[in-house]
């Protein structure tokens, strides 16, 4: 059996990181300027912090008031630069203790203890106590590396023990935008496709496309990175979404596990940060809050009918606090 994690921002946040855009635009606006076109972006973010909560999204709109391609690219490397640096000191100030290793491979494979008991019940008999292989993969939307720093990872399967005669391994991590490291070659910004740049001029050019366009960036690599992360996710029974916003710069991989709700009995734990946890006499509110959560996130992955009864069951929402910390 297949199981995939999407690991977002929010697990690096979790851990003690300041890798919020926030965070870098502080930063950012006080490096020196090298070009017109950058200190006029620096002060559209200055002055409208809010618009800019999210740092792909607000590309798309911003290049909107972009007249040329030559400033498309300064914008690109100057961005893409200052980011890299900036979560480079982020993520080399991380240095975890050796015994979090077993508590994250565990915490892994067992992520139903986040959910009241029935449903952990139901996820156990359903998904974690089947006699059967188990496999799982990360996919990490994130440019550090602190998923591999936690585990010990070098790149070689991690086994989480055995059940019987059958074993739980950690088979793979995928970087799917890239590393803040420069030795290791790329790092993706931008958006999920061209309609998400507002301006027609601009999204139809191939430079600009090549820059902002994730999907387009990656593929000039080689390396198929988004055709393997599709294949885990097209073939998992459970698939985890851990400290991701769920915003449309990653929209196509939403679409993707909702096609796999659609078309198979996965199952889907989503970690929903904003919530309340359950206690005292809150128990209504909070299943209001799962249900209108639910209703949420089936609008993201692109699933028209909202009130599918089948699917909606085999969505799980989980508002707990702790999973995933480690400090």
Known sequence: MDYVYLIGNGFDRNLGLNTDYKSFYDWYVNEESKHP???????????????????????????ESIDSVEETREIHKDLLDALQRYISMQDKGFSPQKEYASDFLTDLFEPYKSLRRNLQNELK??????????????????????????????????????????????????HIHGFCDPNKGRMALGLDNETQIKNSELA???????RFIKPTYNSLYGEEHHKKCLRWINNASFICIFGMSMGISDESWWHAIGKRLETSE?????????????????????Q????????????????????????RSRIYISCTKSMFKYT
């Open 204 to 210: 139809s050019s191939y430079q600009v496309k090549s």
């Open 288 to 311: 209001e809050q799962i249900d209108e959560t639910k209703d949420w996130l089936i609008s993201k992955f692109g699933i028209e009918n909202v009130n599918d009864t089948d699917i």
């Open 125 to 174: 008999r359903n998904i974690f106590d089947r006699d059967d292989h188990k496999y799982l993969r990360i996919i990490s939307f994130n440019y550090t590396e602190t998923v591999e720093k936690l585990l010990k990872y070098t790149g070689k399967e991690i086994s989480a023990g055995s059940i019987g005669s059958h074993v739980r391994k950690l088979s793979e991590i995928e």
């Open 37 to 63: 076109a950058i200190a006029k972006l620096k002060s559209e973010i200055s002055s409208n912090y809010e618009n800019w909560s999210d740092l792909e999204e607000g590309i798309g709109l911003y290049l």
């Open 266 to 286: 996965a199952r889907v734990l989503f970690f929903y940060d904003g919530g309340f946890e359950l206690r005292n006499n809150n128990g209504p509110e909070f």
